[in-house]
């Protein structure tokens, strides 16, 4: 009897090891792939199937001898759905063939857990490759852009063909451009503004076999011009990591700075000849005191050796004061390609963008602009007696100081007597509420102020100090200035007992008259 059992359990050892392949897999026959089916494309073939009843059905593969008698084998997951059936139901393309011969497509499904089932053979003859390219413009499709637009095709048969495009800008000259791939592809033309035809034909890889001709008629949007297409070609002086070329980077954190005995500019190519009508600028807030108070603009089609051969366009007004709202509408629109802004009554200029439009306003910036002229917190004269103003206290060099307004506590007139003139403020009675200092002054000259940070129960030192400047004004100014960099540096930490010395200027003579500082927190952009 147990020799019975022991020859039984050899032969269900010997059944069990023939269903397993030597990859580890195990065949079952419950696993159907059905219905395959094959239907022959450009350079391809489409294969079809209804999956396996089985509930963890997940791939499988298709096998094949390529034309050099090599076997590709790719894997079809169970997500490639037939888009025509639904799921449960798989369809792929096997592409890259450039003969007509005939193929034989083996298909094997195989489950989650390592099994698979019984494999399927369809044959099938790919279409005539080399035709493909007659196909490839009945694919085309237009987008509109500013002044241009976008041309696409699709080549669905993985064989090289060379698309060309051909149209007039608003130039007038016949532009052409070509793309050759085995792949989809777009190119965007321009500039033009008007609705205009534009003609696309293929040729094939030997470029002895050309489709008809395909005529599409674009119609360009119109809006702001694409910085993308433009390029800074030139300045009257750069500042280190400050290039022109910031000034097309959509980024209002980067500027452009130069500096020029005679006049400072910078030239603009568009990337072509395009029409405008408004153009824009964008301030650097983080350089206030390099901003200018007027542009004039020059343009023309060509590049020009001098000013001389360039037109005109006048002169414009630049509010220092804004960072934003620098938007300038042309009286007549212009064709122009190069541009160049000049900034005169100036050494030195920082800008942090440049925009040009065909289009009914400037809107890049318009959001900016109106918060820009909207009331400034900052500038409310009113005193609040909840917040910690900060108020000078004896032990000053060379200055006098004393309070000015009954109505306004914080309010202190300071009057330099020589050199090196100083006042310590008060120490702080509780932590500061922000980086950002903020004031509303007057003052008799330009002044070279400094703040120096003095700790809790320490001095000033120097290398422990920020610098800022205060223009002369009759009328009340609002000033600001992160100074986070003392909290970065170690020199300050903005707490109870803190405190810091004030210089004002460097000799006698000068007046300033100084209200409301105080500290806040710092918002976006500061």
């Not at 450009?42 to 390529?66: E, M, R």
């Not at 004004?473 to 960099?485: L, R």
Request: hydrophobic share 35%; charged share 25%; net charge negative.
């Amino acid at each position: 009897m147990k020799k019975i059992i022991y020859l039984i359990l050899i032969a269900c050892s010997a059944i069990f090891f023939s269903c397993k392949d030597d990859d580890g897999m195990t065949r079952d026959g419950d696993i159907v792939l059905s219905n395959l089916t094959a239907e022959p494309r450009i350079g391809a073939v489409v294969l079809k199937w209804d999956n396996p009843a089985a509930s963890d059905y997940y791939y499988a593969t298709v096998t094949y001898n390529n034309a050099s008698g090599e076997e590709v084998k790719q894997k079809v997951s169970v997500y490639s759905v037939d888009p025509d059936k639904g799921e449960g139901h798989t369809a792929v393309r096997i592409g890259g063939f450039a003969d007509t011969n005939t193929y034989e497509f083996t298909v094997t499904p195989y489950t989650s857990d390592e099994r698979y089932g019984d494999a399927v053979t369809v044959s099938c003859t790919p279409e005539d490759a080399s035709k493909a390219f007659k196909y490839i413009t009945g694919t085309v499709e237009t987008k509109p852009t500013v002044e241009g637009g976008v041309v696409s095709w699709k080549n669905d048969y993985d064989v090289p063909v060379t698309v060309t495009i051909t149209y007039k800008n608003l130039a007038g000259e016949t532009i052409t451009e070509t793309r050759k791939g085995s792949e989809d592809g777009s190119v965007e033309i321009f500039p033009f503004v008007d609705k205009t035809n534009v003609t696309i034909t293929a040729t094939d890889e030997s470029g002895k076999n050309t489709s008809e001709p395909k005529v599409v008629e674009v119609t360009p949007e119109r809006g702001e011009i694409p910085q993308s297409r433009m390029t800074a070609i030139g300045a009257s002086g750069v500042e280190g990591n400050n290039v022109p070329a910031n000034l097309l980077d959509n980024n209002v954190s980067t500027a452009w700075s130069g500096s020029n005995n005679d006049i400072v500019w910078v030239a603009i190519d568009l990337g072509g000849v395009h029409r405008i009508n408004w153009f824009e600028l964008v301030g650097n807030s983080k350089d206030r005191e390099s901003q200018p108070t007027a542009l004039m603009v020059f343009h023309s089609k060509e590049p020009v050796a001098d000013l001389s051969q360039a037109k005109n366009l006048g002169i414009f007004e630049y509010n220092p004061e804004h960072i934003y709202n620098h938007a300038y509408k042309l009286e007549n629109p212009i064709d122009t390609r190069y541009i160049l802004i000049a900034f005169p009554g100036v050494q030195r200029v920082s800008i942090t963008e440049f925009c040009a439009y065909y289009a009914d306003a400037a809107t890049h910036y318009a959001k900016e602009s109106e918060l820009e002229l909207q009331p400034d917190p900052d500038d409310d004269p009113t005193y609040y007696p909840e917040i910690e103003y900060m108020i000078p206290l004896d032990g000053q060099n060379s200055l006098t100081f004393e309070a000015t307004n009954p109505d306004d506590p914080s309010e202190y007139t300071f009057k330099t007597t020589g050199g090196d003139p100083f006042v310590s403020l008060a120490p702080l009675k509780k932590a500061a509420a922000g980086t950002v200092l903020v004031f509303q002054y007057k003052a008799s000259a330009d002044l070279a102020c400094e703040f120096f940070w003095c700790k809790k129960g320490t001095g000033p030192a120097g290398g422990k100090e920020t610098f800022f400047n205060l223009k002369k004004t009759d009328e009340w100014k609002t000033f600001k200035i992160n100074m986070v960099g003392a909290w970065n540096n170690g020199w300050w930490d903005g707490k109870e007992g803190d405190r810091v010395r004030f210089d004002i200027g460097d000799g006698g003579g000068n007046t300033l008259v100084v209200r409301l500082m105080h500290w806040r927190a710092a918002v976006d952009g500061e």
